[in-house]
């Protein structure tokens, strides 16, 4: 069983109520939009990061997570994409891929919009954490826990930072 600390675009935003939040978590993951390898710093000086790049990343980031990753975790196949849409509404350059390889559960950020859904058709969790800094339209910043246990998915959990 692990517990998952997810959040995006944060746009080298810091707030100390990240790690106040994820305190529980095993990992944090991050759907990109970093914007400063000191976020992952920050993040990583606790726990365990995961993180794929965003649009706004740099050569810094860039060189350090790829656009997309693949991963297994506690049973479950895991596709992450900062730019990747929702069930229904896939990005075109995801699409493919996630018909293809069917994950159990699809990270993206980018929209800024919280987003948990599930896709049936392909019995795929999708989870898109919002924004969680303050570059954005978005008046609410979030980020999303839950826990991953043999392949399913419970106690999510929607945490906002006023």
Same mark, same amino acid.
């Given at each position: 069983?692990?517990? =998952? +600390?997810?959040?995006?675009? /944060?746009?080298?935003?810091?707030?100390?109520?990240?790690? /106040?939040?994820?305190?529980?978590?095993?990992?944090?993951?991050?759907? +990109?939009?970093?914007?400063?390898?000191?976020?992952?710093?920050q993040l990583e000086a606790h726990r365990p990061v995961r993180a794929v790049c965003g649009n706004i990343d740099g050569p810094e980031v860039r060189f350090r997570f790829s656009e997309v990753a693949r991963f297994s975790i506690e049973g479950c196949n *895991?596709?992450?994409?900062?730019?990747?849409?929702?069930?229904?509404?896939?990005?075109?350059? =995801?699409?493919?891929? =996630?018909?293809?390889?069917?994950?159990?559960?699809?990270?993206?950020?980018?929209?800024?919009?919280?987003? *948990?859904?599930?896709?049936?058709?392909?019995?795929?969790?999708?989870?898109?954490?919002?924004?969680?800094?303050?570059?954005?339209?978005?008046? *609410?910043?979030?980020?999303?826990?839950?826990?991953?246990?043999? +392949?399913?998915?419970?106690? *999510?959990?929607? =945490?906002?930072?006023?």
């Amino acid at each position: 069983m692990k517990r =998952i +600390g997810l959040l995006s675009d /944060t746009h080298s935003w810091w707030d100390d109520r990240y790690l /106040t939040h994820f305190n529980d978590c095993d990992e944090i993951w991050h759907a +990109g939009d970093i914007g400063s390898m000191r976020i992952i710093e920050q993040l990583e000086a606790h726990r365990p990061v995961r993180a794929v790049c965003g649009n706004i990343d740099g050569p810094e980031v860039r060189f350090r997570f790829s656009e997309v990753a693949r991963f297994s975790i506690e049973g479950c196949n *895991v596709l992450m994409k900062h730019i990747g849409g929702y069930p229904g509404h896939y990005d075109a350059s =995801i699409r493919n891929t =996630i018909y293809k390889e069917r994950p159990q559960l699809f990270i993206s950020g980018h929209s800024h919009i919280l987003k *948990v859904m599930y896709d049936k058709l392909i019995g795929c969790l999708h989870i898109n954490p919002g924004a969680a800094g303050k570059q954005g339209w978005q008046q *609410v910043r979030t980020l999303v826990k839950f826990t991953i246990d043999n +392949g399913s998915f419970k106690d *999510v959990e929607v =945490i906002e930072l006023a």
